[in-house]
């Protein structure tokens, strides 16, 4: 019979993952009880044999499944700002519940409109790990749109670090400002930082 393992650079993984690599419920919770896996919640596993970067951003998944990394936590993730947020921020649905968050990471949760957690979402891959984010221009609208909850200095290193960026896209960052209801606002930096 062939032995079947878990992936050690997959850091998370769901209960249904472990059930399509071959696992019974039997081993998954005999692996758990040996301490081969942490259960983390009622579908996902911590797997404690894992061999990589380790990124708090991976347990978005595990706790709050449809969470998108948001806000200063994306804008860290993009060297947009030096603020190193203590806890991952993340945005889920308004009518969203999240019904068990870890003691650690801390994480942040932001709700958002749908048409605003819709808006910009990607997927990104670290070996075998993905999360959420928003990509970095709704991150940038976000931190215009919530920056008197965020911070007006640490929202002009964010619009001033994307400016200085090659890869910006200022047709994306107009068009993104529009349905956000933020457009006005943004020019108005746009004249005074260009």
């Given at each position: 019979?062939?032995?079947?393992?878990?992936?050690?650079?997959?850091?998370?993984?769901?209960?249904?993952?472990?059930?399509?690599?071959?696992?019974?419920?039997?081993?998954?919770?005999?692996?758990?009880?040996?301490?081969?896996?942490?259960?983390?919640?009622?579908?996902?596993?911590?797997?404690?044999?894992?061999?990589?970067?380790?990124?708090?951003?991976?347990?978005?998944?595990?706790?709050?499944?449809?969470?998108?990394?948001?806000?200063?936590?994306?804008?860290?993730?993009?060297?947009?700002?030096?603020?190193?947020?203590e806890a991952v921020d993340v945005?889920?649905?308004?009518?969203?519940?999240?019904?068990?968050?870890?003691?650690?990471?801390?994480?942040?949760?932001?709700?958002?409109?749908?048409?605003?957690?819709?808006?910009?979402?990607?997927?990104?891959?670290?070996?075998?790990?993905?999360?959420?984010?928003?990509?970095?221009?709704?991150?940038?609208?976000?931190?215009?749109?919530?920056?008197?909850?965020?911070?007006?200095?640490?929202?002009?290193?964010?619009?001033?670090?994307?400016?200085?960026?090659?890869?910006?896209?200022?047709?994306?960052?107009?068009?993104?400002?529009?349905?956000?209801?933020?457009?006005?606002?943004?020019?108005?930096?746009?004249?005074?930082?260009?």
């Amino acid at each position: 019979m062939k032995e079947i393992m878990i992936p050690e650079k997959q850091k998370i993984i769901t209960a249904q993952e472990l059930r399509q690599k071959g696992f019974t419920q039997y081993l998954i919770r005999k692996m758990a009880d040996s301490g081969t896996l942490t259960k983390l919640t009622k579908n996902c596993y911590e797997n404690n044999e894992y061999q990589g970067e380790e990124s708090d951003f991976y347990y978005v998944k595990a706790f709050v499944p449809n969470g998108v990394i948001c806000l200063l936590s994306a804008a860290s993730y993009y060297d947009l700002t030096n603020y190193m947020p203590e806890a991952v921020d993340v945005a889920i649905p308004r009518k969203a519940k999240v019904s068990t968050m870890p003691e650690k990471p801390l994480m942040n949760i932001h709700y958002y409109t749908d048409q605003r957690h819709e808006l910009g979402i990607q997927t990104i891959w670290e070996d075998m790990n993905d999360f959420q984010i928003y990509d970095i221009e709704k991150t940038v609208i976000d931190i215009i749109f919530y920056r008197e909850k965020i911070g007006i200095e640490e929202m002009k290193e964010v619009l001033t670090n994307y400016l200085q960026r090659s890869d910006r896209d200022l047709n994306k960052l107009i068009r993104y400002s529009r349905p956000m209801k933020c457009e006005k606002i943004l020019r108005r930096y746009f004249e005074v930082l260009i």
